[in-house]
């Protein structure tokens, strides 16, 4: 099957790639297959062409949320890329977008157009595909207050369906949505609004963001969840003294706490030996079970030290 496989989607699939350029953490070893899709017909014919064969899917966004072990990953990462990008307004405050496209880009043509209400996602960063599945969001917003509707292939039965906003359940950075999907375009509403309104609200965003968080550095911002606890995840390493914590090449960053940095030559395991070490001394010292927010995905060594 594997080179039947290989043979009919040639020119969109690779194999041992790696996968470290996929990371925000420049960081992964290979996938066994990676395949890019052109578009959501070829999506579904690569699904029913490896269906029944026992292949693990992972799919994987723009990385910016993304541990990628150094390992890699078996079987077939489907990465959607450009041909998953296309962004339109189909009316006044609504667009559509391919799921692929980045927050940012979302956030900039919905100014353009004068949608409002897309301004925090100037701050967030990946792919919107991957923010509807874990509910991004910040400075009080988040996607479950624009999104109206996705349209997902479901990888059972190889058919994409559009889900309604309502079909969807939302808690904090999190859905309901189950792994099967994979979504390839998303409908968001928003609010008409005066451009230069838009881009005053856009640009104060971007730059409370800059005073806070670090740029220009190998992290997949925000490590843990704030959600269910008094404190901020960051004030919890801070107070448990986890913030002067390393692993190697892997550190965390002295402007925010909660970023987990690759500082040069770290690998995959020693970022995650790090977050399972913050993880276990915060809950040896305060109780607290501090939950992920970033994914950690890929074939695991068997060395690397599990919290409790």
Partial sequence: MMQELIKKFS???STQTNLSNYSWFNLGGPAELLFKPKNTNQLIEFLQFIKGENL???VLGAGSNTLIRDDGIKGAVIKLGSHFSDIKLISPDTIEVGSATLDRKISNFAKDNGVGN???LSCIPGSIGGGVIMNSGCYGDDISKILISIKAIDIHDCKEKEISRDEISFYYRGTNLPS???ITSVKLKGKITEKNVIEKKQLKMIEKKKLTQPSQIKTCGSTFK???TEKKAWQLIKETGCDKFFEGDAIISKKHCNFFVNN???KSSDIEKLINKVKQTINDKTGINLELEIK???EKKKNIRESQ
């Fill in 11 to 13: 020119e969109n699939l």
């Fill in 56 to 58: 693990a899917i992972t």
């Fill in 118 to 120: 897309l301004e925090f």
């Fill in 180 to 182: 099967n999907l994979i």
């Fill in 226 to 228: 704030n959600f269910g």
């Fill in 264 to 266: 040069g030559k770290a």
């Fill in 296 to 298: 950690i995905i890929g």
